[in-house]
């Protein structure tokens, strides 16, 4: 089983925005000596809790200062940009640091509508997407009208983040698949992810891959990573109310508000979506939704305000599933 990790290089409360892209690159370092197999950069815009905007940006530092862990997009949206741009920023990435990178696409438009304009779409179908997908690959595999450069060495792996249709659309085109949020504890996920593999059409030689992308977090006891989860349950459901998805808050200072029943519910709810717990809570959760799914690589994404409590929660990770 293979463990990668995903950064979404999130803000913080009393920290500069800016401060969150040079951890990233720290986390990617920290990740690498810990034997994860890849590291994943994410892209929002115009989200105040999130610093990383352009993903291709962010990997050529995060690939300067790393030798060997594979280097990707988790995702880049490509209903933002046009499929040749796409192409030729996984070509240059892949010509800087060759049989490290793969390109992870998704389908997310902005965060909100003010978002989408700035962005220049508002829609897309899912035929739109499905054709877009294919003028990259085409890009990528230099069998487009015209030739994107520069021209790879060798392929670069084109992944999709997919849910429900998205499945069938990956099989169709015999890509691999990210999935992740809650449809990862739901009873019918080994039936979808078994209909996933039947229906794979493969291409070039390519065959069924999945990952799982879960928000992990680990400490020393159960109640201890519940606590590391809690900052980011609480921007999410601020983000419910607000429409701004916020930088990380400090524990403590989620926990001193005067919350009303319900939204104490609501975060705890929301606390509980995470995998948290201590080493062997977590190596039996993941050990149990892994061999359920019979997936073969977890994405961790798991993220919290202290910088020095995620770090360890990732080297623990890695100890006990890499």
């Given at each position: 089983m293979r463990l990668s990790l995903l950064d979404r290089s999130r803000t913080r409360i009393g920290e500069p925005e800016s401060a969150a892209l040079p951890h990233s690159v720290e986390r990617a370092r920290l990740a690498e000596l810990a034997g994860y197999q890849r590291f994943w950069v994410a892209e929002h815009h115009a989200v105040p809790g999130i610093a990383s905007g352009s993903p291709a940006v962010l990997l050529g530092a995060i690939g300067a200062s790393t030798e060997r862990i594979r280097l990707g997009t988790g995702g880049i949206m490509l209903p933002n940009h046009r499929p040749l741009l796409v192409a030729e920023q996984a070509l240059m990435l892949a010509s800087l640091f060759p049989g490290r990178v793969d390109l992870g696409l998704g389908r997310s438009l902005g965060f909100t509508e003010p978002?989408?304009?700035?962005?220049?779409?508002?829609?897309?179908?899912?035929?739109?997407?499905?054709?877009?997908?294919?003028?990259?690959?085409?890009?990528?595999?230099?069998?487009?009208?015209?030739?994107?450069?520069?021209?790879?060495?060798a392929p670069v792996?084109?992944?999709?983040?997919?849910?429900?249709?998205?499945?069938?659309?990956?099989?169709?085109?015999?890509?691999?698949?990210?999935?992740?949020?809650?449809?990862?504890?739901?009873?019918?996920?080994?039936?979808?992810?078994?209909?996933?593999?039947?229906?794979?059409?493969?291409?070039?030689?390519?065959?069924?891959?999945?990952?799982?992308?879960?928000?992990?977090?680990?400490?020393?006891t159960d109640a201890e990573a519940r606590e590391l989860a809690v900052p980011e349950a609480w921007s999410m459901l601020e983000s419910r109310r607000t429409g701004a998805f916020g930088p990380l808050e400090p524990v403590?200072?989620?926990?001193?508000?005067?919350?009303?029943?319900?939204?104490?519910?609501?975060?705890?709810?929301?606390?509980?979506?995470?995998?948290?717990?201590?080493?062997?809570?977590?190596a039996r959760d993941i050990g149990q939704l892994l061999e359920r799914t019979g997936t073969e690589e977890l994405l961790a994404s798991g993220s919290t305000y202290d910088r020095h409590a995620l770090a360890d929660s990732d080297r623990r990770l890695a100890a006990i599933l890499g």
């Amino acid at each position: 089983m293979r463990l990668s990790l995903l950064d979404r290089s999130r803000t913080r409360i009393g920290e500069p925005e800016s401060a969150a892209l040079p951890h990233s690159v720290e986390r990617a370092r920290l990740a690498e000596l810990a034997g994860y197999q890849r590291f994943w950069v994410a892209e929002h815009h115009a989200v105040p809790g999130i610093a990383s905007g352009s993903p291709a940006v962010l990997l050529g530092a995060i690939g300067a200062s790393t030798e060997r862990i594979r280097l990707g997009t988790g995702g880049i949206m490509l209903p933002n940009h046009r499929p040749l741009l796409v192409a030729e920023q996984a070509l240059m990435l892949a010509s800087l640091f060759p049989g490290r990178v793969d390109l992870g696409l998704g389908r997310s438009l902005g965060f909100t509508e003010p978002v989408r304009r700035a962005l220049g779409r508002l829609d897309v179908s899912p035929e739109e997407f499905a054709a877009e997908i294919a003028q990259v690959r085409a890009h990528l595999e230099g069998t487009a009208e015209i030739t994107a450069r520069p021209a790879a060495d060798a392929p670069v792996p084109v992944h999709l983040l997919a849910t429900g249709r998205g499945l069938d659309l990956a099989a169709q085109r015999g890509l691999p698949v990210v999935i992740g949020g809650p449809v990862l504890r739901s009873a019918e996920l080994p039936a979808r992810l078994a209909a996933y593999r039947r229906a794979f059409r493969p291409h070039r030689g390519s065959a069924p891959h999945i990952m799982l992308s879960a928000d992990v977090l680990v400490a020393d006891t159960d109640a201890e990573a519940r606590e590391l989860a809690v900052p980011e349950a609480w921007s999410m459901l601020e983000s419910r109310r607000t429409g701004a998805f916020g930088p990380l808050e400090p524990v403590a200072r989620i926990r001193e508000r005067d919350l009303g029943a319900r939204d104490r519910e609501r975060l705890e709810q929301q606390v509980a979506a995470a995998w948290t717990g201590s080493e062997q809570t977590v190596a039996r959760d993941i050990g149990q939704l892994l061999e359920r799914t019979g997936t073969e690589e977890l994405l961790a994404s798991g993220s919290t305000y202290d910088r020095h409590a995620l770090a360890d929660s990732d080297r623990r990770l890695a100890a006990i599933l890499g």
